[in-house]
Nanobody, 125 residues
Framework: QVQLQESGPGLVKPSQTLSLTCTVSGGAITTRYDGWTWIRQPPGKGLEWMGAIAYSGNTYYNSSLKSRTSISRDTSKNQFTLQLSSVTPEDTAVYYC?????????????????WGQGTQVTVSS
């Protein structure tokens, strides 16, 4: 059973970089699933697909966020990370990591096999 757990600061100041980590247990990120994904949900809005990293290390980004987003991984810790730069209050959201066997830019919860519980990030001075 794959389990995912997000971690990171709950409060980030505007213009700073948001950094979140997803720790994976129950399966190696290099050998299992091709879609290690970050998704967010702003208050009162729907889920937004942000990007993904494949077991090969290839990365995929939402075009609307691409200039500010970076997804990387630490295979020794079985973690993948999200960095979102130049944040504004509009980046306030619950951030989720999720996984599915094949890469897709879907934000539909039912399209993923596993989800983290989510972590609230607030952007405020």
């Amino acid at each position: 059973q794959v389990q995912l757990q997000e971690s990171g600061p709950g409060l980030v100041k505007p213009s700073q970089t948001l950094s979140l980590t997803c720790t994976v247990s129950g399966g190696a990120i290099t050998t299992r699933y091709d879609g290690w994904t970050w998704i967010r949900q702003p208050p009162g809005k729907g889920l937004e697909w942000m990007g993904a990293i494949a077991y090969s290390g290839n990365t995929y980004y939402n075009s609307s966020l691409k200039s500010r987003t970076s997804i990387s991984r630490d295979t020794s810790k079985n973690q993948f990370t999200l960095q979102l730069s130049s944040v504004t209050p509009e980046d306030t959201a619950v951030y989720y990591c999720a996984s599915r066997k094949y890469y897709s830019n879907t934000a539909n919860r039912d399209d993923y096999d596993y989800w983290g519980q989510g972590t609230q990030v607030t952007v405020s001075s």
